[in-house]
T-cell receptor, first 113, second 111 residues
């Protein structure tokens, strides 16, 4: 049972390059999320998808785009990477409502030079 | 809006107790608690659904006070394995699908 799978695990980019982070879950969850976590900081919500076909902005959406490709997959795209986007990115999923726990992937460690 | 956690950090000796608080400026109907070990993903601990309800995970318990719009996490007789960063999360959005986390509380348990 894989749970939430993120690829890649590590990536180094140059300023201005583009990149798509992939996330897939095999738990038949309706809702999926992207968070970023800067060193020593909390989790900040970038975008989320409450259900297939919908996406909504979180706290820090600027500089990012998302695609809910199907029920399993939710990708995060950086169109023109900036050093301020250096962070660990976590994807998460859950059944859908507030009473259900969120399951996290192992994270993607992204450095932008 | 992000919930606010306090304290930001706490250092304990094995066997000591600690309390972590999570407060929100908006009405809450549930609070999530997660723990993150260094270099790992956050892991779910528990969800508090009703005002005053207490739940437990190992010797970690929590309470939820709807009127005060806050939740507290209690680390009792702490063990070395309790070290990590604890986050509270509060649902929001149209149907409670959006989960926003506090800034976290770093806990270090020493022998």
């Amino acid at each position: 049972n894989a749970g939430v799978t993120q690829t890649p695990k590590f990536q180094v980019l140059k300023t201005g390059q583009s990149m798509t982070l992939q996330c897939a879950q095999d738990m038949n969850h309706n809702s999926m999320y992207w968070y970023r976590q800067d060193p020593g900081m909390g989790l900040r919500l970038i975008y989320y998808s409450a259900s297939e076909g919908t996406t909504d902005k979180g706290e820090v959406p600027n500089g990012y785009n998302v695609s809910r490709l199907n029920k399993r997959e939710f990708s995060l795209r950086l169109e023109s990477a900036a050093p301020s986007q250096t962070s660990v990115y976590f994807c998460a999923s859950r059944t859908g409502t507030g009473e259900q726990p969120q399951h996290f992937g192992d994270g993607t460690r992204l450095s932008i030079l | 809006q992000q919930p606010v956690q306090s304290p930001q950090a706490v250092i304990l000796r094995e066997g000591e107790d600690a309390v972590i608080n999570c407060s929100s400026s908006k009405a809450l109907y549930s609070v999530h608690w997660y723990r993150q070990k260094h270099g790992e993903a956050p892991v779910f601990l528990m969800i508090l659904l009703k005002g005053g309800e207490q739940k437990g995970h190992e010797k970690i318990s929590a309470s939820f006070n709807e009127k005060k719009q806050q939740s507290s996490l209690y680390l009792t007789a702490s063990q070395l394995s309790y070290s990590g960063t604890y986050f509270c999360g509060t649902p929001g959005g149209a149907a409670g699908n959006k989960l926003t986390f506090g800034g976290g509380t770093r806990v270090l348990v020493k022998p």
